[in-house]
């Protein structure tokens, strides 16, 4: 079966074989070494190593390669079209105390989300009783006690719900207001490079190498513009069922406890 490819990022490895992870109606993830590219018929889930194809159905894999401008599976084919740069600059000025006050309201308890740890932290919510409220006592716990960026992400990569947890699209909404800023994140690189979750690792290696996903990149672009900051941030939320949710409270986070006068590794 031949596809095409509408959308596609430009951090996808372009050399060796890949190897089926995990396949669902959403996606099918291959891994390229440490990387892994997902193909999936939802634009929403447009990311720098991923692949959005024309059609509902996508045919089962089980393993996938590069070949020119063709990502080829042992079951389908997919022509490529020109890939999207998903990057933003680094070491921006940008107003961001008031981007931080645009983001505050949209910060809200929501079910299995890090944002009502992040207010459970704060003191202005009580968590909720079973494993769910065990969870947000954990994360609430992170919060309070990482003195630093490595700190926070040993104790943030797979804290939570979902696919990927929680805790690490967090992690991403952080990782985009430090590069943003322009902030040492050596230490942050060399947590994740050792994280076994291959879909997980990547999106956060991305991130670090300065790439996210559409929406991430509009929010962080808007910020960097001072225009639109909320309207984006409203549409991140939107984006899975906590995902979205997750990664703007990490935006927020780092907002919040952002410290020009500080050491960038020390932090948080």
Not at 239 to 250: K, W
Request: charged share 20%; with cysteine; aromatic share 6%.
């Amino acid at each position: 079966m031949r596809l095409s490819s509408s959308f596609h990022g430009s951090r996808a490895p372009r050399s060796g074989i890949g190897v089926l992870l995990h396949q669902d109606k959403q996606a099918s993830h291959f891994l390229f070494g440490d990387r892994t590219v997902t193909v999936s018929p939802n634009k929403g889930m447009l990311t720098p190593s991923s692949i959005v194809v024309d059609t509902d159905d996508l045919p089962k894999a089980s393993i996938g390669r590069f070949q020119e401008d063709t990502f080829q599976t042992d079951s389908y084919s997919i022509k490529l079209q020109r890939p999207i740069d998903l990057s933003l600059p680094r070491g921006m000025k940008f107003d961001v105390r008031s981007c931080e006050k645009a983001i505050r309201p949209l910060v809200q308890s929501r079910d299995r989300s890090i944002s009502t740890a992040l207010l459970v932290n704060q003191g202005k919510v009580n968590p909720p009783s079973g494993q769910e409220g065990f969870m947000l006592k954990r994360q609430a716990s992170v919060l309070a006690e990482s003195k630093c960026l490595k700190e926070l992400a040993n104790g943030m990569l797979g804290l939570g719900y979902g696919l990927p947890p929680s805790g690490d699209d967090f992690l991403v909404g952080v990782v985009l207001v430090k590069n943003l800023l322009g902030e040492n994140l050596t230490s942050v690189q060399e947590v994740v490079s050792r994280y076994p979750n291959h879909f997980s690792r990547t999106m956060l290696l991305d991130a670090l190498d300065g790439h996210y996903s559409a929406h991430v990149g509009a929010l962080g672009a808007a910020m960097v513009l001072g225009t639109n900051v909320e309207r984006h941030a409203n549409s991140l939320i939107g984006v899975g069922q906590s995902s979205g949710s997750d990664t703007l409270a990490g935006i927020w986070h780092a907002l919040s406890t952002a410290d020009f006068g500080g050491s960038a590794e020390n932090t948080v």
